[in-house]
């Protein structure tokens, strides 16, 4: 047994002693300075002149302590290396309102740059912390289709509940009110003259309303709350014809249309979408013969309404999440239960979403928003802007509890004040022409403050500076740079001493890399002691023996080292955040990370950016479902509380929502016959058994059936007990007294019995002696 454990340990430590012995610096192809810096970033260029063999090109190109061994001094070797520089790091502020809220900086440092060598990696940190009081701008945009006249009916006074309530969270707040309906074209809407002014006309149920309209902007932000009850109150509800509503379209609007809608730079920007029914989206608006798509500008005319409702498409989620992002606005979707699914699904495609159960008739409004801007409140999300292809950014997020997580950039649960950082690791993967500085912005999704990243690429070298053509180091034939000569063509040799064509019969060996071995490895010709390498059309040949290709090396799906890495000398050299022979493995685990934050929920690891559960009846994307798992019941116990009685650890920290997402329904009496299903029972807080199951559906859905309400033992009556008491003695006491007077009546009636026979026989016993006597006499006569 032990002989099948020995051939892979042996085999992996041949392998790593083969990768120590490779030199990627020197099986490279580099011919000069410049190129050496782009193989490997360990590599260095020695530009010594006296440096090295005169045959070998490439020897000048290795790891520094080699050169340094090999006689390079110090001031001759040219290995820049990346770094990172602060330009601008104003210190995090803790408060947000009052005479410096213009000066509030929620983000450290705010400007910086970096010098990149090409697979040099450099890192920095960012810290983000959202401050106290800061200012709050709300928008909020209903659905006046007139299936919601039963929510404008109750919003009527809702801006001075609103900000009562929001002015606990925020000393300045600013409230904005819009509305929208749909296209007025068919088929969305009725276009028959009959229902121009009135598109309810005919409908008995409600005889009157106002035209259709795609959006109209009502109230600018403002802190005077009275306004808003005001134009709320003035409202009325129109009619479409299908039941998609054209919301999209008022958001984007909304969202584009700053100086119109008020926002401050200065605030966090809440668009609160009511709505009971799903949306259009892009292509939707063809069955209406609109073909154009939307630009993503503002069109509102003189009377504040959209004015390309009916000349452009729907925007597609991609350009509603651009244009969120673009203006920091936090997007939450106050939506009816039935349709939750469906906009949850939304919000992991359009950041700096949320979504919130909105009641038929908006009576829980103001918590909703109050629930949905604590939770906002509580995450903090960076995002990259303008990010340049070829560049990898790789994060690394420690949040309150100071544990790092590689490929995480958000952290959750946070309170106001709380302070979190992110290391960000920078690669370059190539240098752009020369001269060319790029950058890039990172910022926290919804906040006003970014981080501004300059790039520098150091991809020249220094000696460059002295170059100098048809010198006389290289015999008037070439261009010396480097500590090296480049010749003209014709011209062969270390210093341009041999012409093409010359071949030395006896310094053939100098083209074999071994004895035995072909010359120039069979790809090339030996010319002036030098392999001159082959064209191929699959790639670059090179080295000094021609021996190394870039085409040679592991694929996946056909794509050489899978698009994420070099080809060198036949090994995959993969760029930052790939692993594997053939850089197919991403190191990347968000991708991994649950609602809850844990890698795996804990129950198993992150192999290639997807899960591997380890955990003995675990599965779902991130091992979230585990029916069977020990701790199933106590997790799935924290939702039933918060969900259903609003109690426990998840109720006071705004997170039952968005950790607590499975289906839960409510019983009179529980079925526990199911053996798909796993029986739950606990003790609540009043001493009461809350029992649920809980089961996994065919198509991955968790459900919990749950009882209505806990069983609760009833306490006792106090006469009810007093009675029983009393009753209960009294019984006893004439149980006794029946029992003693068994005994007594018992006993007497044996002493009765003998008392009796007793009698019987004295009165025997006198009748003999009589009569005894009798006789006795009788005889003497």
Known sequence: MDIYFAFPLMFAIIHCIYLLSLNVCTSGSATSCEECLLIHPSCAWCAQEDFGQARTLNSRCDFSQNLQKRGCDDPFIENPRSGSSLLRSKPLSSKGSGVTQYDVIQIYPQKISLSLRPGDQTSFEVQVRPVEDYPVDLYYLMDLSLSMKDDLDTIRNLGTKLAEEMRKLTSNFRLGFGSFVDKNISPFSYTAPKYQDNPCNGYKLFPNCVPTFGFRHLLSLTDKVDRFNEEVQKQLVSRNRDAPEGGFDAILQAAVCKEKIGWRKEAYHLLVFATDDVPHLALDGKLGGLVHPHDGQCHLNDKNEYSAANMM????????????????????????????????????????????????????????????????????????????????????ATCQDGQPLTGLRK??????????????????????????????????VGFKDRLEVSVDYRCDCSCTYYTKSNSSRCNSAGTYSCGMCHCEPGYLGARCECEEGEVDHQHLSACREAEGKQVCSGRGECSCNQCLCYESEFGKIYGTFCECDDFSCARHKGILCSGHGECHCGECKCHAGYIGDNCNCSTET???????????????????????????????????????????????????????????????????????????????????????????????????????????????????????????????????VLLAVVGSILLMGIVLLAIWKLVITIHDRREFARFQSARSRARYEMSNAFMNDYLTKTTRL
Request: aromatic share 6%.
């Open 313 to 396: 498409d729907y925007p597609s989620l991609a350009l509603l999440g651009e244009k969120l992002a673009e203006n920091n606005i936090f997007l939450i979707f106050a939506v009816t239960k039935r349709h939750y699914v469906l906009y949850k699904n939304l919000t992991a495609l359009i950041p700096g979403t949320t979504v919130e159960i909105l009641d038929q008739d908006s009576k829980n409004i103001i918590q909703l928003i109050v629930n949905a801007y604590n939770n906002i409140r509580s995450k903090v999300e960076l995002s990259v802007w303008d990010h340049p292809e070829d560049l990898n950014l790789a994060f690394t």
């Open 411 to 444: 952290c959750a649960d946070l309170k106001i004040g709380d302070t979190v950082s992110f290391n960000i690791t920078v690669d370059a993967r190539g240098c752009p022409p020369k001269g060319t500085r790029k950058g890039f912005i990172i910022r926290p």
């Open 590 to 720: 968000a991708s991994c990370a649950s609602d809850d934050g844990k890698i795996c929920s804990g129950r198993g690891s992150c192999v290639c950016g997807r899960c591997q559960c380890t955990e003995p009846g675990a599965f779902g994307d991130t091992c979230e479902k585990c029916p069977t798992c020990p701790d199933a019941c106590g997790t799935k116990r924290e939702c039933i509380e918060c969900r259903l009685f609003n109690t426990g650890r998840l109720a006071d920290n705004q997170t039952c929502q968005r950790m607590c997402k499975d289906e839960i329904i409510t019983v009179e009496t529980l079925k526990t016959d199911d053996s798909n299903t796993v029986q739950c029972v606990y003790k609540t807080e009043n001493d009461c058994v809350m029992k649920f199951t809980y089961s996994e559906h065919a198509n991955g859905q968790s459900v919990l059936t749950a009882l209505k309400e806990p069983e609760c033992a009833v306490a006792p009556n106090a006469m009810t």
